[in-house]
């Protein structure tokens, strides 16, 4: 079937006409019908198996399939488009008949001995289905039964009255063409539906088959796994025994070549159960197989994750990195010692919160004074929430090391930089402001390797450092932010760079951050989403990376929170492609053809290079912390009077008292601007006296401004002490921060 159809271009042009055909169940359009009748220059095709047909207007419908465009079409009258509806209707049932028998042959092909067998253990909900479908397809046919009854009447009363008023002819052509064409969609629905009625009962055996095969499947596999299980066991109770003795003599070797019996029948028995699927070809078994890996490697984090880490030190309770991979690397004697970090915290106490509740202990209160309430915190301050966001997959730039590829190495410290958001999505309290002067330290040395000093270097404007270090790398940031609400949302727009070198190649990295937004600050439910550009760079190398995090839009058809970019050399060939999501993993494949700078890319095998944690169970009621964030403010005795591990407020709610807490933070803040203003009265005498103001004015402690010659912007940078003052407990010259009367 040929014709001619106007077809919707645009806004600017409007409807054109263009030469359509249907042809192998296929609709084609042509810009004339020389190309058409020659079957060149086809413009676009739909296949029509999966397309669907809406009547619009009195002229025009559309035919769109799903992930495809849609083709919105005009006739020259209804009768035409009548007529090509109906064609396009005839040509997708021919298409679906010839896919669904092929379908049907194949699936009776797949194994013979089954489909001829008793089918005693029929699926109840397919049956059930089936008959649902006769049910609901029998009430169809008696609508449309009475439908055409009704047409047929009307049509005669119609006659009839034509024959009385000869004059009214003329007005009722057009009622008659339209009640033909209700007529026509009637007939062709109700034969369409029978239709689909002999499809579908020419499928129930084939749909039964598939049941049973499915059946046989999973009953092997459970007897595989028990028999695993079984031969599990007793290979443990061997290893058990085998341990009992402190040497091991002829017994243990008995119990060890004893084990490798079992090993080795265990392998015998899983390689016979394999063989005996035979019914499951090898795509399936891939599948299956890589499936069984993904799902050991989510329990195996679970179970990691599930119990405290064990940390193993030296004999005398301190542990010691060799300087093999650096000289700069310093001997750690102190901080690292053997032990077991905590997995867990308080539940949060089920305290609502409301806006009068807020507001009602700020009645009769100096404005200067009030403190905002601690219900809408988490217990953790913004020091050590910079810390778990920068560090908390610190993996990744450990295998990030022994990569020798630079353009391949970029691509994993892409995904590094993006991993530091993947708690945003669902950490959506406050963490407490840090007072000026307050520290954080973390020393995993002994089971991650590394160990990180923070320090609150400013408050107005709020300005956080970090210096992190382990035997192959240096990581440091100065972070400062500035808020804008604009109504509905509010955004935060970090300033400042991250820093990350690694030792052995000097490869020097820095990367700025990407705008976080908060949303439905007024009403509605919390949500936060991350926009705009992150650009890494290599400044050893020249290589860059512009990874974009991509805002989140309810017309976009792309997963949320994606992210995406590609890694140039200096050249500006395109080497690698990164992409994800920040919230879920990150993947980087190469790019084929980039040195080519042609427009159209081809990429490699795509390689996953990080996926994040699986949240916790009951993660709500402890504030959606990971474990590694429930380690952050464990108590220890041994840190500065100024870490915030020390801070009674944070403690205090912590352990579930919210008033208390409240007090405790209102009485800090306060304590707060006395040092401020006695600081400040201090630079007033110098000013008075002609004297240097500086000398009065706050000064860090571990850190110091200076001019980053990368990017030329000004940053404090670590200028140590910290943690030769810890290994020697001096903490003379700390402020007295978390005192309270």
Not at 91 to 111: F, H, I, M, N, W
Request: charged share 25%; hydrophobic share 35%.
């Amino acid at each position: 079937m040929e014709g001619n159809l106007q077809r919707w271009t645009g806004y600017l042009k409007g409807y054109q006409w263009r030469v359509f055909a249907l042809r192998d169940g296929c609709l084609d359009y042509f810009r004339s019908t020389k190309d058409c009748q020659n079957r060149v220059n086809c413009r676009g095709s739909l296949p029509l198996r999966s397309c669907r047909i809406e009547v619009m207007g009195r002229c025009d419908f559309i035919v769109s399939c799903p992930g495809s465009q849609a083709y919105y079409l005009r006739a020259t009258d209804e009768a035409d488009r009548q007529r090509w509806i109906t064609g396009l209707e005839l040509c997708r049932k021919e298409a679906l008949q010839s896919s669904d028998e092929y379908s049907l042959v194949d699936s009776k092909s797949v194994d013979k001995e089954e489909s001829q067998a008793a089918d005693e253990d029929e699926d109840e909900s397919i049956v059930n289905l089936e008959r649902s479908l006769k049910f609901q397809l029998g009430e169809v046919e008696s609508c449309h039964a009475s439908l055409g009854q009704h047409v047929h009447g009307l049509q005669r009363e119609l006659s009839a009255l034509e024959a009385s008023q000869v004059g009214v002819a003329k007005q009722l052509k057009p009622l008659f063409e339209k009640i033909v064409l209700l007529k026509m969609t009637a007939e062709a629905t109700l034969k369409r539906n029978n239709d689909y009625l002999v499809l579908a009962n020419s499928q129930s055996q084939a749909w039964r088959m598939v049941v049973q095969r499915e059946r046989q499947r999973r009953r092997r596999l459970e007897e595989a796994v028990e028999t695993i299980a079984r031969q599990h066991n007793v290979l443990e109770s061997a290893v058990n025994n085998q341990n009992i003795g402190d040497e091991p003599g002829e017994d243990a070797t008995d119990g060890m070549y004893e084990s490798r019996s079992i090993g080795a029948t265990l392998e015998d028995d899983c390689a016979a159960r394999c063989r005996s699927a035979t019914s499951i070809s090898d795509e399936e078994t891939e599948d299956i197989f890589m499936d069984c890996l993904e799902e050991n490697e989510e329990n195996a984090n679970a179970t990691t994750s599930a119990t405290p880490l064990q940390v193993s030190g030296a004999g005398d309770g301190s542990a010691e990195l060799s300087s093999s991979a650096g000289d700069n690397w310093p001997v750690v004697t102190c901080g690292a010692q053997s032990r077991t970090y905590r997995s867990t915290i308080p539940d949060r106490p089920d305290v609502p919160m409301n806006l009068w509740s807020i507001l009602k202990n700020f009645i009769g209160q100096d404005l200067s004074r009030i403190a905002m309430p601690v219900m809408i915190n988490e217990p953790l301050s913004f020091l050590q929430r910079l810390c778990e966001v920068d560090l908390e997959y610190s993996e990744l730039l450990d295998r990030a090391v022994s990569i020798e590829n630079p353009a391949e190495q970029m691509a994993a410290v892409c995904a590094f930089a993006v991993a530091s958001y993947s708690s945003t999505s669902y950490r959506i309290k406050k963490p407490f402001n840090p007072l000026l002067g307050e520290t954080f330290e973390m020393d995993r040395t002994a089971d991650l390797g590394w160990r990180c000093i923070c320090e609150q270097v400013s408050h107005h404007p709020p300005e956080s450092a970090i210096h992190a270090e382990s035997k192959e790398w240096q990581f440091w940031e100065d972070y400062t932010m500035t808020t804008k609400f604009r109504g509905k949302y509010a955004q935060i727009l970090p300033h400042g760079s991250a820093h990350l070198l690694f030792r052995k190649t000097g490869h020097h990295y820095t990367w700025n951050k990407p705008v976080t937004t908060v949303h439905n600050v007024i009403v509605g439910k919390l949500w936060i989403d991350s926009s705009g550009d992150m650009a890494i760079v290599n400044h050893t190398t020249q290589d860059k990376c512009t990874i974009t995090f991509h805002e989140f839009s309810y017309f976009s058809k792309s997963a949320p929170r994606r992210v995406s970019g590609i890694v140039q050399d200096k050249t500006g060939a395109r080497l690698f492609q990164v992409s994800g999501t920040w919230d879920g993993s990150i993947s980087y494949s190469e790019v084929l053809n980039g040195r080519l700078q042609q427009k159209t890319l081809q990429y490699g095998e795509p390689k996953l290079v990080w996926k994040a944690r699986p949240v916790p169970v009951s993660h709500e009621a402890k504030y959606n912390f990971s474990e590694f964030t429930c380690s952050l403010n464990e108590p220890d005795d041994s840190v500065a009077p100024t870490d915030t591990r020390r801070r009674p407020d944070q403690r205090v709610m912590e352990e579930g008292n919210f008033d208390e807490a409240n007090k405790v933070k209102l009485i800090l803040e306060e304590k707060q601007r006395q040092r401020r203003k006695v600081r400040e009265a201090a630079v007033a005498d110098l000013k008075a006296q002609g004297k240097d103001a500086s000398l009065a004015q706050y000064k860090p402690r571990y850190f110091r401004v200076e001019k980053d010659t990368l990017t030329g912007l000004s940053m404090h940078r670590y200028v140590g002490g910290y943690w030769e003052a810890k290994r020697r407990q001096n903490w003379q010259d700390s402020l007295d921060l978390y005192t309270t009367p």
